[in-house]
């Protein structure tokens, strides 16, 4: 019986830590010490202003601060360093919430004109005991406009022993004629370091055993608020029984463990894919969101990445434990690498809302995390092909060592190499002396010069003419097919060599590659693009033109409306072949220009156009337009 009603006794006296270990004194504030010393400074030189306007975010003491400021200034024996003394009338009656010469006024609640009307009646009687009547307005920002307006008077004269204060969280809904009248007080969110200093003390008087990596993830939580720190610290307390750990708080607050992040970031390095995707698997069963992880990911490479020099290790807000693991794992990542994974992870919070598969998105992301290391591509690895510049066709300097090395051959042959080059090699006939090794530095670098008339291509046929690679280009979603064009000295066979190199004629060699109606296509529009802005008209032209290869596969032909068009074309015709010629690496490309038939079906190029020609493949949308008096714009 004694127990239960000593049980019951601890429940009734029972007070949060928010409200129990509420600073009493500017000295006891935490994390506002710029704030705190301009007060003291003011109270104790009598420099005080008739009205304050305390702003910040939720919990970082501006009540607090505005209790502590009014009760000091009605102090009658102030300490030296400007604190209360707790001793005087004034000081007791403030302690015991019996203090006259204290309002406090809720704007969420007490936002009408009446009230306000109500608040300036008071303001006229003057303070019993002390020298001062505070008037403390809490969210004044939910004050109405008229409001506003009925205090703006009062608040700019108000009687030598009144003072407001003023305090919000959102600065920017106060009109700027309230601002224009207080002197404003910025309060800043708390830091990570002065939250775990100051649970620590209140764990220490509590007599409660806590992990510093335990309060430092309660203090990232509260996120710079000090009374959401507190009020997490009593949940986390009443889960734990008065001895916590980090592994409860993570469960308790449902947060995501370092650990899975550390796990990752080894897996990305080593570029274990199953592994970052089976860890992300486990995050889902324990009901995390994706987007959280992502976010968590996106911090904790930020965090890799001020551990890596000892000048930013001080923006690392973790336990010293965990801060050991980031300096040892940072030192494990380069700083390309985690500026990569950092733009990854960022890139893909910003898309995860409008995705429609937010698990493939992200695991898409893991996927790229876990490839920025690799050097080489593996097949089936799942990254794309590394581009690699292409090689030349004919190499002088192989070319001469290879026919150096095969002198005893009778004829000429072209290797092909595993890579996909071509590399032509010279023989001579046997019997005949061989020609000296050309120099490297003689190697021909690849041009496109125009070739002489009557030139005679070396190569076999089949050989000259090869299939280039195709790849997509723009939103035309046509095949682009570029290869530079290259040059090698080749020897000449049909005659017997001359011991002497400078006899030696080195001669070109040139490919024309071969191109369909895409190809064609995307290269035409290219050149209307690049017409002049005085042009517009015959750029939208050209752009609505189709080139059709003809049988030759070299010479294509424009299908015009009238002559004047036919004209124009036919004067821009050579500067489109030139254009065509050097894009698609063949000289023999020719345009022809003809007028279309009458029965030819022609390209529409206006909407009246356009109808007609549809209306003919369907007589239905006649009737609809006719149905419905629908006229063309």
Partial sequence: MKTINHLYRRMENYIVSARKYRPATFDTVVGQRALTTTLKNAIANQKLAHAYLFCGPRGVGKTTCARIFAKTINCLHPTAD??????????????????YNIHELDAASNNSVEDIRSLIEQVR????????KVYIIDEVHMLSQAAFNAFLKTLEEPPHHAIFILATTEKHKILPTILSRCQIYDFNRISVSDTVEHLENVARKEHIEAEPEALNVIAQKADGGMR???????????????????????????????????????????????????????????????????????????????SRDPATLQLLEVGASIRDRYQAQAQKCTPQFLYKAMKLCNDCDLNYRASKNKRLLVELTLI????????????????????????PAFNQAQASQTAQASANQAYPQATHETTGNYQATQQQPAGQPAASKPSVQQTITAVQPTPPAGHSNPLPKASTEKKIPVMKAGNFGISIRKQPVQQSS???????????????????????????????????????????????????????MQPHLLKDQTTFEIAVDNDMVQKYMTQLAPQIEQHLRRQLHNRKIKMTVRISAANENVRAYSHVERFQMMSKKNPSLLKLKETFGLELS
């Fill in 490 to 544: 080749v020897a000449n066979n049909n005659h017997p060599t001359n011991a002497n190199p400078a006899s030696q004629q080195v001669e070109q060699t040139y490919e024309d590659y071969i191109f369909n109606e895409k190809d064609l296509n995307y290269y035409w529009r290219e050149f209307a693009t690049q017409l002049p802005k005085e042009e517009a008209a015959n750029s939208a032209r050209m752009m609505n």
């Fill in 82 to 99: 400007g604190e209360a003394c707790n001793e005087c009338e004034s000081c007791r009656a403030f302690n015991e919430q019996r203090s």
């Fill in 125 to 132: 009687i003057p303070p019993q005991i002390g020298k001062y």
């Fill in 368 to 391: 790229q995390l876990a490839q920025l290391t690799t050097d080489n591509d593996v097949p089936g690895g799942g990254q794309s092909p590394a581009k690699q510049s292409l090689k």
């Fill in 228 to 306: 959401d720190a507190l009020s997490i610290f009593d949940q986390v307390v009443s889960f734990t029984n008065g001895h916590i750990t980090y592994q409860s708080v993570i469960e308790n607050l449902n947060v995501l463990d370092y650990e899975y992040y550390f796990r990752l970031t080894d897996a990305f390095l080593e570029n274990r894919i199953s592994d970052c995707l089976l860890t992300f698997n486990e995050v889902l069963k324990k009901d995390f969101d994706g987007n959280h992880f992502i976010t968590g990911l996106t911090s904790h490479f930020r965090d890799l990445l001020v």
